[in-house]
């Protein structure tokens, strides 16, 4: 079948319905400040700081091999921003102007259109309905997002990197620390540094108004994340005239000093110039993901609306509306499966699967971020689902995909039978050339922030240390595709699947000396087979299994320690 790339763009992806299949999952207006709280209490664990800015445009942002003299000057670029404002806009309006300049020749980020997108929401100033200052698209997907409904979140969708303001230097929620007297520029900072704004703690007030504008900007990188295929993320915190600038990915947020925008244009004015000529992979886009052609989305569709039918029982416009819990029309991807057969082979598998829908939409930014789809093969037209998360590097644990894999060679009953997993490869799937290496030069999509964890700038944040792990991209598809117990249909169908499920864990103990140790009702699926008037039940997501030892106590620290006796 054709295929067609993304261009140049990050894409618009669905995110999961809530039991009403009418509203998105888990993003209640309502709820908002809570979430907000939330973010920032995470974020203080998860963020490095504050990193010095040449630096930051040294590892994050290669210098650009593009003509010079295409570059406005940075000379007086943002003087008409005020160093302190008493409201966001006299700082935003200003910087937006400013960042879309141009002559016929000259720009500052050429190719890419800065909007304020906050006031296209209705209610700007609530949390739950507020949207960044400022987003940066291309050209293209600016005039898509300028013609969506106001009522829609399809900025978060295109946005290739966001700015937030607060309009005086005081509600920065972060304080540069001095170097320790004496100090060079390779030096630890003084060991009682702390990059939390130490006068934000007698004022709550002021607190509460930086609390809100940091929690913000989490919860903004978590909803594009949710709404693009990322692997990493830009934004820029302003404080009246003051930016920082941020990257964020799975495990966290590395944010630079603070500069005046004023005084130094030039920090600001390279950092787009740079931005301006990044690849997609190179602005954290998922290159392993393309557009589907209109044959391969009537597949999908088709495909799904078939299966829905033979696991529901339902047609005509119950039909339609349970299809759309995973099938949202020309909004269907190829999403890459690269496998590497162990032994001599050398060979790179790559599974091409339609996906639209997710079940399941990350909410939050750090963690696994893990999407759940139902899937279609492209060469076989076969259902499947497909999990996309990112693993914890770890000598310690086993990958999913190689437990399945384990337990259906050894005839575990009820639990999913695997259709391939894989880390996923950091290439361009329409190189040839590049997919040809993977092989014997493999790199994949992996984190980066705790790569700086240990750099001599890191401080403590409100007294807390960072705690991250390394994570790295991952594919698991398998053919065993259902319903949620939410959808359980009598007593009969209850007690079955319990007995289903107990079986699997029964026999996965005696035959493999393995516990799931994260048995839940979201963790149990409800698989109509032919020929059987009752549905089975499936135990699911075997990531945080382990084995145990002659005394039943879990080989690895988990969610349990202990086994019990199943017989």
């Not at 309502?30 to 590892?59: C, I, N, W, Y």
């Not at 943002?78 to 141009?102: G, M």
């Not at 940091?214 to 594009?224: N, P």
């Not at 999913?416 to 996923?424: E, F, N």
Request: proline share 5%; glycine share 6%.
């Amino acid at each position: 079948m054709p295929q067609s790339t993304i261009q140049g763009a990050a894409y618009d992806v669905p995110m999961a319905l809530d039991d009403t299949l009418f509203r998105t999952d888990g993003l209640e207006p309502r709820l908002a400040m809570s979430r907000l709280r939330r973010h920032v209490s995470l974020a203080k664990t998860h963020t490095l700081g504050p990193m010095p800015v040449d630096q930051f445009l040294e590892e994050f942002l290669p210098p650009s091999s593009e003509d010079p003299e295409d570059r406005l000057p940075s000379v007086n670029a943002f003087k008409d921003v005020p160093q302190s404002a008493d409201s966001p806009v006299r700082i935003y309006k200003p910087l937006t102007k400013a960042l879309n300049k141009k002559t016929q020749h000259k720009g500052r980020c050429p190719g890419f259109v800065f909007v304020n997108t906050n006031e296209r929401s209705k209610h700007p100033s609530r949390a739950g309905h507020a949207r960044p200052d400022i987003c940066c698209f291309t050209s293209a997907n600016a005039e898509l997002v300028q013609k969506a409904d106001r009522g829609s979140r399809t900025e978060f969708g295109y946005a290739e990197l966001f700015i937030q303001v607060a309009p005086d230097p005081t509600l920065d929620f972060f304080e540069d620390p001095g170097p320790p007297s004496g100090a060079t520029a390779g030096d630890k900072e003084d060991d009682a540094s702390d990059f939390f704004r130490e006068a934000l703690k007698t004022n709550w007030i002021a607190y509460d108004a930086a609390e809100k504008a940091f929690g913000l900007s989490v919860a903004f990188a978590a909803e594009i994340f949710a709404r693009q295929q990322r692997t990493f993320l830009f934004s820029i915190a302003m404080s009246g005239s003051f930016a920082r600038l941020c990257r964020w990915d799975r495990v966290g947020c590395v944010i630079s000093r603070a500069f005046d925008i004023r005084e130094h244009p030039e920090y600001l004015t390279e950092f787009f110039w740079r931005f301006s000529a990044l690849s997609d992979a190179q602005r954290g886009l998922d290159t392993t993901v393309e557009l589907a052609s209109p044959a391969e989305e009537a597949l999908f569709r088709d495909s799904v609306r078939q299966h829905v039918s033979d696991q529901l029982g339902v047609t005509g416009e119950e039909l339609d509306k349970a299809v759309s819990a995973h099938y949202q029309p020309g909004r269907v991807v190829v999403m890459h499966v690269f496998e590497c057969p162990s032994g001599s082979e050398s060979v790179v598998h790559d599974h091409r699967f339609l996906v639209s829908r997710p079940v399941v939409s990350p909410l939050d930014l750090t963690g696994r971020g893990t999407r759940g789809y139902w899937a279609v093969q492209v060469l076989t037209g076969r259902i499947a689902f497909l999990k996309d998360t990112w693993r914890t590097l770890s000598s310690q644990l086993e990958v999913e995909g190689g437990v399945l894999g384990h337990l259906n060679d050894l005839g575990i009953c009820n639990v999913p039978t695997l259709a391939t997993h894989g880390d996923v490869f950091d290439v361009c799937v329409g190189s040839s050339l590049q997919l040809d290496s993977l092989r014997t030069s493999p790199v994949y999509q992996e984190t980066w922030t705790e790569e700086y964890e240990d750099e001599p700038w890191v401080c403590t944040i409100d007294g807390a240390h960072a705690k991250l792990s390394s994570s790295i991209h991952y594919r698991l598809v398998t053919y065993t595709v259902g319903y949620s117990l939410q959808s359980l249909r009598g007593t009969e169908e209850l007690l079955r699947a319990h007995y289903d499920v107990f079986r699997a864990m029964r026999d996965a103990l005696a035959q493999d000396s393995r516990i799931h140790r994260d048995l839940s009702v979201g963790n149990i699926i409800l698989v109509k087979e032919p020929g059987h008037t009752t549905r089975t039940g499936y135990l699911i997501d075997w990531e945080a299994s382990d084995r145990v030892d002659d005394q039943g106590e879990a080989v690895h620290s988990g969610r349990a320690v202990r086994s019990t006796s199943l017989t």
